[in-house]
């Protein structure tokens, strides 16, 4: 069976022609064991139910889990308290909506099931490329200011962060790496963000 890899040039970041070989080996075998993580967790073998719940957790990312943390924060803190945390937690999504895009345009990588057709697709993506995740980034960015001003729910968090990166790796529409980066600038971006907006608030 060909190689995927072979014929998809933007998903290797050693075709920059600045990269030494070695560096660019190296970077190849990152991208390699990106593509072999998707196929462990995307396989035909898995079950209908974790194929459902990769989908239902997705789908919660595409924004449905936000109205559902809003009320969770209402719920503890009640209206005038919570409306602080929901209006940080709000700007930081929206930030994220403008970044990952761009992002999205800069890289143009492929996504795993483009890459690999023996890969499935379970569901509709919302737009055509691959790193970094949008739901990881928008989803971390807005738990950063809820952790930050209530410290009790970062296991919760934690949680609802790897069960995310799990349906985005699962339904074959990210790699390992898409959700890391997707974590790292949701946490990059929207915590410093949310702590200088606080004092306004």
């Not at 995927?4 to 560096?23: C, D, E, T, W, Y």
């Not at 005038?80 to 890289?107: E, Q, T, W």
Request: hydrophobic content about 50%; aromatic content about 8%; charged content about 15%.
């Amino acid at each position: 069976m060909p190689d995927p890899l072979a014929r998809s040039p933007r998903l290797s970041l050693s075709n920059a022609g600045a990269l030494s070989p070695r560096v660019g080996h190296w970077l190849d075998k990152l991208v390699a064991a990106d593509l072999a993580a998707v196929r462990a967790l995307t396989g035909a073998e898995r079950s209908r139910l974790y194929r459902l719940c990769a989908i239902a957790i997705s789908k919660l990312g595409n924004g449905w889990i936000y109205p559902i943390l809003a009320a969770s924060v209402f719920v503890e803190w009640g209206w005038i308290d919570g409306r602080r945390v929901v209006l940080l937690a709000a700007i930081n999504a929206a930030v994220m909506h403008v970044m990952y895009p761009l992002i999205k345009k800069r890289f143009k990588r492929l996504r795993p099931f483009k890459v690999d057709p023996q890969l499935p697709s379970l569901m509709k993506t919302l737009d055509e490329h691959s790193f970094p995740s949008g739901h990881a980034m928008t989803l971390t960015g807005v738990l950063a200011p809820i952790v930050m001003i209530w410290p009790a729910a970062l296991v919760s968090a934690l949680v609802m962060g790897c069960c995310m990166a799990w349906s985005r790796i699962a339904t074959g529409h990210h790699y390992p790496s898409d959700v890391a980066a997707g974590v790292a600038l949701g946490v990059g971006v929207g915590y410093p963000l949310s702590a200088n907006l606080a004092a306004f608030f």
